[in-house]
């Protein structure tokens, strides 16, 4: 009797802990939604006085070019997940499965970008930059923007690839398989829940840069982000609102679409194969 109260107990306090998390999740979202539609919201009125679609005619009307800003954006920051996976993942793996020279030099190197103050590393990275002719383009602000989101990555992959190991693998090879039909229906299925989640922290990490952003493009490339912040700035509430609200519904779209797509192509590949 005294443990099914406990647990029932347990059970009420976990609903008001999820209720409260969610409410706290939530809440700002909807501030935000009211303000990018708020004419005119002066204290101390708990609501606002008028509303306004000025923030969505910024946004949309096409004179400010922000939607051209976030397709780009978004684009640009895919590449760089993409990347960051591909590259994560065969790091990862090299060390965890293998012992090399400098191995603990290169994972010690990986946390750099994250252990380096940002403004330091902007402003020396973009030295670089300019020596190279990175400096003032795409390739640059890619180049990066991965650099950023490698530690991430690496991390990611390498505890996700530590508690798969890699005996399955060896097994599949024993019994006759190819190293494709083993990456298909050993290797991918086991790290997929790591590839979605290091790519999304990728795509997270490149869209919302701006200071690093701003100094290696030179202001010359324009992501949302590097549109978004002087609007932040400026106390205007209404568009900052209204970039904000774009910003966080674009990145949960694209999360959505990125996890899909990936389970998508493994159920494809598995269809493949057993055809």
């Given at each position: 009797m005294k443990?099914t109260?406990?647990?029932d107990?347990?059970?009420?306090?976990?609903?008001?802990?999820?209720?409260?998390?969610?409410?706290s999740?939530?809440?700002?979202l909807?501030?935000?939604v009211?303000w990018?539609?708020?004419?005119?919201w002066?204290?101390?009125?708990?609501?606002?006085?008028n509303?306004?679609?000025r923030?969505?005619?910024?946004l949309?009307g096409g004179?400010?070019?922000a939607?051209?800003?976030?397709?780009f954006?978004?684009?640009?920051?895919?590449?760089?997940?993409?990347?960051?996976?591909?590259?994560?993942?065969?790091?990862?793996?090299?060390?965890?499965?293998?012992?090399?020279?400098g191995?603990?030099?290169?994972?010690l190197?990986?946390?750099?970008?994250i252990?380096?103050?940002?403004?330091?590393f902007?402003?020396?990275?973009?030295?670089?930059?300019?020596?190279?002719?990175?400096?003032?383009?795409?390739?640059g602000?890619i180049?990066?923007?991965l650099?950023?989101?490698l530690?991430y990555?690496?991390k990611?992959?390498?505890?996700?690839?530590?508690?798969?190991?890699?005996?399955l693998?060896?097994?599949a090879?024993?019994?006759?398989a190819?190293?494709?039909?083993?990456?298909?229906?050993i290797?991918?299925?086991s790290?997929?829940?790591?590839?979605?989640?290091?790519?999304?922290?990728a795509?997270?990490?490149?869209?919302?840069?701006?200071?690093?952003?701003?100094?290696?493009?030179?202001?010359t490339?324009?992501t949302f982000?590097?549109?978004m912040?002087?609007?932040?700035?400026?106390?205007?509430?209404?568009?900052?609102s209204?970039y904000?609200?774009v910003?966080?519904?674009?990145?949960?779209?694209?999360?959505i679409?990125f996890?899909?797509?990936?389970?998508?192509?493994?159920?494809d590949?598995?269809?493949?194969?057993f055809?």
């Amino acid at each position: 009797m005294k443990r099914t109260m406990h647990i029932d107990r347990l059970g009420i306090i976990s609903k008001i802990l999820l209720i409260g998390f969610i409410f706290s999740i939530l809440s700002p979202l909807v501030v935000i939604v009211v303000w990018s539609l708020a004419g005119r919201w002066a204290w101390p009125h708990l609501l606002p006085e008028n509303f306004s679609l000025r923030g969505m005619q910024e946004l949309f009307g096409g004179y400010s070019g922000a939607m051209e800003t976030l397709f780009f954006s978004i684009g640009l920051s895919l590449v760089v997940a993409l990347l960051a996976v591909i590259i994560g993942t065969m790091t990862a793996r090299a060390l965890v499965f293998y012992d090399f020279y400098g191995k603990r030099v290169i994972d010690l190197s990986t946390f750099l970008p994250i252990i380096i103050p940002g403004t330091v590393f902007a402003m020396g990275i973009n030295v670089i930059f300019i020596e190279m002719g990175l400096s003032d383009s795409v390739a640059g602000v890619i180049v990066a923007h991965l650099i950023c989101s490698l530690p991430y990555a690496i991390k990611i992959m390498t505890d996700i690839t530590q508690a798969f190991g890699r005996k399955l693998e060896e097994q599949a090879a024993v019994l006759g398989a190819s190293f494709r039909q083993t990456m298909a229906f050993i290797t991918l299925p086991s790290l997929l829940p790591g590839l979605i989640a290091s790519g999304c922290m990728a795509y997270i990490v490149s869209f919302s840069q701006y200071f690093l952003t701003l100094i290696i493009g030179g202001g010359t490339v324009m992501t949302f982000s590097v549109k978004m912040v002087p609007y932040l700035q400026s106390g205007d509430r209404t568009l900052a609102s209204a970039y904000s609200l774009v910003f966080v519904c674009s990145t949960l779209l694209v999360f959505i679409i990125f996890e899909k797509t990936i389970k998508k192509f493994y159920r494809d590949e598995s269809r493949y194969y057993f055809a």
